[in-house]
């Protein structure tokens, strides 16, 4: 499972957690998280999160 980090405050979207307070189950990969989703702590765009490189 990968890892996505917010290019605003660093908060990171992890695969294998999910974001359970958004309604997004563990295991959901971020290709199929709604698109309107956002940063709990921020509030940025899924399209400001970058793949984190192993």
Same mark, same amino acid.
């Given at each position: 499972?990968?890892?996505?980090?917010?290019t605003y405050?660093?908060?990171v979207y992890? *695969?294998?957690?999910? #974001?359970?307070?958004?309604?997004?189950?563990? !295991?959901?990969?971020? *290709?199929?998280?709604? #698109?309107?989703?956002?940063?709990?702590?921020? !509030?940025?765009?899924?399209?400001?999160?970058?793949?984190?490189?192993?």
């Open positions: 499972m990968r890892k996505f980090r917010c405050c660093a908060h992890d *695969e294998a957690k999910g #974001d359970p307070d958004s309604g997004i189950a563990p !295991g959901t990969r971020f *290709e199929d998280i709604p #698109d309107d989703w956002q940063c709990l702590e921020c !509030g940025a765009l899924k399209s400001d999160y970058r793949l984190i490189e192993n």
